[in-house]
């Protein structure tokens, strides 16, 4: 019985470690991402945070985003579903129209705004790897 719960601490540990738990504070995060103090995060607010990752993470300051700049926000092939014009890179459009489906993705009640249950979700944590710098 004892090493069965060993085991199963393991999984947990693991399961975070893998990054299915990717905010530890969630909540802290969707204040970040609400100037407006309302609580939820709508599409501007969404679009405002997603251009500061982007140029968080594209120090070379050359307008696209390649594979090594979105390590830990988006996995391979992520970015080949979000890089129609297959050049390996993202750039201010496609990442923009990424967010906007992780977004829609992440309202199941298509209510136009993010809350913390719907940021606490496995899309919503998607969306705001995107969104949160
Ligand atoms: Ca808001
Ligand atoms: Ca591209
Ligand atoms: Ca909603």
């Known amino acids: 019985m004892k090493k069965l719960t060993k085991t199963f601490s393991i999984a947990a540990t693991a399961l975070f ?16 991402l609400n100037p407006d ?20 993470i594209n120090p070379d300051n050359d307008g696209t985003l390649d ?13 080949k579903a979000a890089n129609p014009d297959g050049d390996g890179t993202l750039d201010w459009d496609e990442y923009k129209a ?19 249950k719907e ?9 705001l790897k995107l969104i949160h710098s």
């Open 67 to 79: 594979a090594a700049e979105l390590k830990g926000r988006l996995d391979e092939a992520g970015l």
């Open 17 to 32: 470690l893998t990054g299915s738990v990717a905010y530890a504070d969630t909540a802290a995060a969707l204040k970040e």
């Open 37 to 56: 103090g309302d609580g939820t995060i709508d599409m501007k607010e969404a679009m405002a945070g997603a251009k500061a990752v982007f140029e968080k």
């Open 98 to 116: 990424l967010v906007e489906r992780k977004f829609k993705a992440a309202n199941p009640d298509e209510d136009g705004t993010i809350d913390l």
């Open 119 to 127: 940021l606490e979700s496995p899309a919503g944590q998607e969306l």
